[in-house]
């Protein structure tokens, strides 16, 4: 494979690679259509919860734990902004990044709320509650923030947060006693309601999913464009009685979650829960609905729905509820990128450093692939060893192209050296290269995970430009190795394109490029030693 094949390969896949992500992002799995019911013929389907709608102000009540800053309005007792403290925002280090919010013209938050069809008073995320205190901070393992609803016909209800010491779990829970003379039917609703606006650090070098997905046991990971839900063409599961209802963005995630790993689900069955994900007022909405049943005259229920709000850590989803490590995702190379990251996990647990798990990594994936690239280095050799024989008959046939050719292919036929041979193993490591962009792209375990010296945040372009420098570097010695193009134009091509090309991993972030630098590095080395290996054979042949 001559220089011109090589460098096409390396900027097919990095250019598909991120022509893909940017401009295709992975759609998801339609479900099953014959398990797919709608809310509104789904027997005993329960109320729907009250529609979103522009954003009503009241008092705030705020809330500090060790990992959140959060603030909950009395309106409706929504969780309006949470900040996550042990992470820093991606324009300012020195500030905790703004997971919720709604301010400054977005929309991000969760409500919840209870509707009966028969008793439009229950609370709603329009009620306006009442708390004891209007600022919480947390001293011991647990902090609750009980909120009041205003008593409506014998009815009391009461809303609490429960947040946890080193959790980003906030347990919610309606306490309802109904004192009144009739019983009580109501339906609970756990809404998130945001803007489609980009989430704060999104690029166009890491143009991952924003938007609502449902995970359940039976219809697995579904997520929904917001595009989709603006045409109105949606396709998830609505029914459920387990699984989850969230907000993805990169790196970030909030879900209310049905059934917890280590707990029974808040759905009575299969009827009594529902998912529905919608468009409205300029506003998108992920929410999970939980009837509840009767509630006597005299009687007390109450409900809790755990929300998670934080981190796609990878061990922090899976000890959450089932499939929420599912949330961190790799779309089509799934089942090749989430192995790679296990992987990586294992080797950041012996190395303690992400960076240094990188690079082992890195050399682990060289190692398996050993043979494939040795197959290909040995091709390009023999092609390299031609390209003085190639000159000639070019200089021989001159501009009859046709000619040229046949000869070539008489060359090749006679020297049994196959002009694809160094494309192929590359094409079957194309698949794994994507993957392993994809891992390392959504893993939040790199975020502000130094490595060495000047790399601080490995999520994060590199401060002094070294990795990409040395990328560049690499690429072009890379060049140096491979036969040369015949025309000189491409050989000139074939010089300055690495270089051009390695311009954009200037704007990667560290962790990546330092993959990519390790595994040149390696390629050089096998690449010099398989070159070796020929030229020692053929001095052994021309002495024997």
């Known amino acids: 494979m001559d220089s011109k094949r090589l460098i096409s390969f390396i900027v097919l896949s990095l250019g598909v690679l991120l022509l893909w992500q940017h401009f295709f992002p992975p759609k998801p799995a339609p479900a099953p259509v014959a398990q797919t019911q709608d809310v509104n013929s789904a027997k005993g389907a329960a109320a729907k919860p009250a529609d979103a709608s522009r954003l009503a102000f009241g008092q705030r009540i705020n809330v500090s734990t060790d990992l959140v800053r959060a603030q909950i309005d009395t309106v409706g007792g929504d969780l309006r902004t949470l900040d996550l403290v042990k992470h820093g925002s991606s324009t300012d280090e020195k500030k905790p990044y703004e997971l919720m919010t709604d301010k400054g013209g977005r929309v991000y938050v969760a409500q919840t709320g209870l509707v009966d069809p028969t008793r439009p008073d229950l609370p709603t995320h329009k009620t306006v509650f009442s708390a004891e205190k209007s600022s919480y901070v947390m001293s011991g393992d647990k902090l609750e923030v009980r909120l009041t609803a205003p008593e409506a016909d014998g009815v009391k209800v009461a809303k609490i947060y429960e947040f946890t010491k080193g959790s980003y779990l906030i347990r919610v829970r309606y306490e309802i006693t109904n004192a009144g003379t009739v019983p009580l039917a109501p339906t609970a609703y756990f809404r998130l309601l945001r803007d489609g606006k980009e989430p704060e650090g999104q690029t166009r070098f890491a143009n991952t999913f924003t938007g609502p997905a449902v995970y359940s046991a039976e219809h697995k990971f579904q997520k929904v464009s917001f595009s989709d839900l603006d045409k109105n063409k949606a396709d998830y599961a609505q029914t459920t009685q387990n699984g989850w209802v969230s907000m993805l963005q990169h790196y970030f995630l909030s879900a209310w979650v049905l059934k917890p790993l280590d707990g029974k689900s ?178 939040v375990e790199l975020r502000e995970a130094p490595w060495v010296m000047w790399i601080h945040d490995l999520a994060r372009p590199d401060p002094f430009y070294v990795l990409p420098a040395l990328m560049a570097i690499t690429m072009f010695i890379q060049t140096m190795l491979n036969p040369p193009p015949t025309d000189p134009v491409q050989a000139k091509m074939a010089k300055i394109m690495p270089v051009a090309f390695s311009v954009m991993f200037f704007f990667f972030p560290a962790g990546l490029v330092l993959y990519y630098v390790v595994n040149n590095l390696l390629s050089i080395a096998q690449q010099w030693f398989v070159n070796r290996q020929i030229e020692n054979a053929k001095k052994a042949a021309a002495q024997s």
């Open 266 to 443: 808040v759905c009575r069955d299969a009827a009594s829960c529902h998912f529905e994900l919608k468009a409205a007022n300029g506003l998108y909405s992920a929410s999970a609905t939980v009837a509840l049943g009767a509630i006597a005259p005299g009687a007390t229920a109450s409900i809790a729905m755990p929300l998670y709000a934080g981190p796609e850590d990878y061990d922090t989803l899976t000890r959450v509820a089932e499939g929420l490590e599912l949330s961190r995702d790799y779309g089509w190379v799934h089942v090749i990128a989430a192995p790679l990251f296990w992987l990586l996990v294992k080797l950041h647990a012996l190395v303690q450093n992400w960076g240094w798990a990188i690079v082992l990594l890195t050399i682990i994936i060289k190692g398996a692939f050993y043979p494939l690239t040795a197959a290909s280095y040995r091709s390009m050799a023999k092609m390299k060893a031609l390209a003085p024989r190639l000159e000639r008959l070019k200089e021989q046939h001159g501009d009859d192209r046709m000619k040229f050719q046949q000869a070539v292919m008489e060359m090749y036929k006679v020297e049994k050296v196959n002009p694809l041979g160094g494309c192929l193993p590359i094409l079957i490591q194309i698949p794994v290269f994507f993957a392993l962009y994809s891992a390392l792209l959504a893993a």
